[in-house]
């Protein structure tokens, strides 16, 4: 028998965790953000370490490593697509997910409405950075629905 439609969702995010933290192996937090539309799909994270919440590129981390993450997480995003039209699922247009490492607690949050549109004048680079002024502000996250990670 096959994986259900949960156990893959929880593959790819597993995927994108372990993806972050290879290029974040110190972190405490990881915040990953995922915009999957019809116009446009955009994948970006940022992190908590040492009680502060920081963007890849005031991490340090060098361009070409934040630019081949980039480009995998963006093409990760069409599995999510294949998933749900091979399940019949809606596909999220939004995905955010944050990642507490030493609990190993997976806090994730989904939308299903157009958030990006030639109509709404927003993009997904100005929702994941609102959401990371968010967070940097309030160092904190959400807490809807939880999943345990491994790895």
Not at 22 to 33: L, R
């Amino acid at each position: 028998m096959g994986k259900v439609f949960e156990d893959e969702l929880m593959d790819l995010h597993s995927e994108y965790i372990s993806l972050c933290l290879e290029t974040v192996p110190n972190a405490d937090k990881i915040y990953v953000y995922c915009s999957i539309e019809e116009a446009s799909s955009m994948f970006n994270a940022f992190f908590e370490v040492n009680k502060e919440v920081k963007t890849l590129g005031k991490l340090g981390v060098d361009r070409s490593t934040t630019m081949q993450l980039l480009a995998t997480g963006t093409r990760t995003l069409e599995r999510y697509e294949e998933l749900g039209k091979r399940c019949g699922r809606p596909v999220p247009t939004e995905i955010r997910m944050i990642y507490n490492v030493h609990a190993k607690k997976l806090d994730t949050q989904y939308r299903y409405d157009e958030i990006c549109s030639s109509d709404s004048d927003v993009c997904a680079e100005d929702v994941f950075m609102n959401w990371y002024s968010e967070v940097q502000k309030n160092n904190r996250g959400f807490g809807r629905k939880s999943g345990r990670v491994s790895g």
